[in-house]
């Protein structure tokens, strides 16, 4: 199935270290404050006085933090690195970002790459009631690590177009979903982990959400969407994702005095493969879900919890395509998926 293993996370992971003990410096009263932070050319750099070491080359790349963001940019951003005019050549590392603000805005993120191919390594972002946490659009060689965000109002990491990004050591919880890839490929969830170190749980949307992105490797994960589905593998162009020493657990939607949470989707469940998905890998899972454990495509209907109606959703969501493999070592009670080896739990 997959036939491949990438070393960004393993290769980034001295640099990582260094970052996080800089962004932990023993500061009891945290990072010193600082204005939004936005560079588009090497100069900035020196301009916005916020490199706090490094010389800017691969080997000794310039650090941006640990720094307390005081109000977002009118952009919206805590910090942007954009390089789509080429215009960014200096290495550099995030060792520390953390909002000290509330966004409502969705689409807002705390840290934001766009088209940033050098090799970098973003550690130790911070946020509560923001926007995105951390948006990479067009990047390439990006470790991700100790990204901790929570009740974010958009996803809590969201990549687009991008390749060979990992992500280790992090928590997201947020009102849509956790981990959201579009169009992206060769990434690493937690492989660098001897036990369960990401966690992206209570998102109202989905936990980990791969659509049309291929080549993904997942270790040690935790994923709790309580109001949706916890691990959602979606298009066509979704194929070679393996999924390993994980547990992907959904109990909602949750009826509030507000009503209900969450999304009104047929795809409610533990793990689904849907809209043609095909030739991926999935063993030794924990999957639990509020409709079904591990399933194909979606139901047809939404139960709202509060009235207990069935909504009718037409059409239906698609099921997977071919090629897909479960097994060994699953634990779940329900799917609509022949073949399936017996579940490796009590049920």
Same mark, same amino acid.
């Given at each position: 199935m ?5 070393t960004i ?9 260094v ?5 932990q410096? !023993?500061?009891?009263?945290? +990072?010193?404050?600082? /204005?939004?932070?936005? #560079? $588009?050319?090497? *100069? ?11 010389? !800017?080359?691969?080997?000794? +790349?310039?650090?941006v /933090?640990?720094?307390? #963001? $005081?109000a977002? *940019?009118?952009?919206?951003w ?7 005019? !080429?215009r ?7 060792a520390?970002?953390t909002g000290g ?7 807002h ?9 050098t ?30 965000v929570n ?8 990549i ?15 009102e ?21 170190c ?25 994923t ?10 979606d298009?066509?162009?979704?194929y070679?994702?393996?999924i ?12 509030t ?19 043609g998905?095909h ?11 509020n409709a079904?454990?591990i ?9 709202n ?13 698609a ?7 479960f ?6 009670g ?14």
């Open positions: 997959i036939r491949y293993l990438q996370g393993r290769a980034m992971v001295p640099l990582i270290a970052f996080l003990a800089l962004a410096d !023993g500061r009891a009263d945290g +990072p010193p404050p600082h /204005g939004a932070i936005t #560079i $588009t050319r090497d *100069s900035d750099f020196h301009d916005c006085v916020c490199v706090t070491g490094g010389s !800017g080359i691969p080997s000794d +790349p310039y650090v /933090g640990p720094w307390l #963001i $005081t977002p *940019s009118s952009g919206g805590a910090l942007k690195v954009d390089n789509s005019r !080429g960014v050549t200096k290495s550099f590392a995030v520390g970002i603000y509330n966004d409502r805005d969705p689409s993120p705390l840290v934001w790459l766009v088209k940033v191919v090799g970098t390594a973003v550690a130790n972002v911070v946020g509560n009631n923001d926007g995105i946490g951390v948006l990479l659009d067009g990047v390439a060689h990006v470790a991700l690590d100790a990204i901790s009740k974010m109002n958009g996803d809590g990491v969201r687009n177009a991008s390749t060979y990004v990992s992500i280790a050591n992090s928590k997201l919880k947020s849509q979903n956790g981990f959201h890839a579009e169009d992206s490929a060769f990434l690493e969830i937690g492989t660098t982990c001897a036990k369960a990401n966690e992206f749980t209570y998102d109202e949307g989905r936990g980990l959400w791969l659509h049309n992105t291929h080549d993904v490797l997942v270790r040690n994960l935790t709790a969407a309580n109001d949706t589905t916890s691990m959602y593998l298009g066509r162009d979704t070679n994702v393996e390993a020493f994980s547990t992907a657990n959904a109990d909602g939607s949750i009826c005095a507000e009503g209900p949470t969450g999304i009104a989707t047929d795809t409610q469940g533990g793990i689904r493969l849907v809209n998905a030739d991926n890998y999935i063993h030794d899972v924990t999957a639990r879900g079904l454990d399933a194909s495509g979606g139901d047809g209907f939404w139960l919890p509060c009235t207990g109606e069935e909504v009718r959703i037409s059409p239906a969501t099921p997977m395509g071919e090629g897909n493999v097994g060994p070592n699953l634990c779940y329900t799917t609509n998926i022949a073949g399936l080896p017996p579940a490796a739990c009590k049920q």
